[in-house]
């Protein structure tokens, strides 16, 4: 597309290689590395290949988590005192629901108590103002009567 320099044939250019610079690194000391005895040899384990060959190596095993420390067991004493404060709680609760249960039974059998003397008030009240009250009972003239010495005589 652009038109090589007419001076320069393929094979006359100049071939630059570059080299990579190696960098050297930083003063850092190494941590001194301790020496760790194992406990125990560990066993070496060999490994046939489908293709016949040995590969032989130590068998590594899987790091042990740390024991967890045990708990030290809960006195009896805190445990009766913790049982003590759960059962008084308990029962104050209950006693303001047996005081609260006892309010309101006796502001009902109060209510009752009123109801039942508006019904049985009305029931008179009707029986001394009702006009047709003459039928089947006993009437009593007390104009007719004759009161000598607290008794009567008709």
Known sequence: M????????PAERAVEV??????TPAAVTPAPLVPVQPGSVPAVAS?????GRVVTGY??????PEP???KPPVSRAAVNVALGGVGFLAVCGGLLLLTSFIA??????????????????GW?????????GHQGGTTVNIHKAVIKRNHFHG
């Open 2 to 9: 652009y038109p090589e320099h007419p001076g320069h044939a």
């Open 68 to 70: 967890v420390a045990t």
């Open 59 to 64: 068998a590594i095993e899987p790091a042990k």
């Open 47 to 51: 490994v046939v290949l489908p293709d």
């Open 104 to 121: 309101a039974l006796t502001a009902f059998i109060g209510q009752l108590i009123i109801l039942a003397a508006v019904i049985f008030g």
């Open 124 to 132: 008179i009240a009707v029986q001394i103002f009702s006009a047709s």
């Open 18 to 23: 570059h080299q990579p610079t190696p960098i």
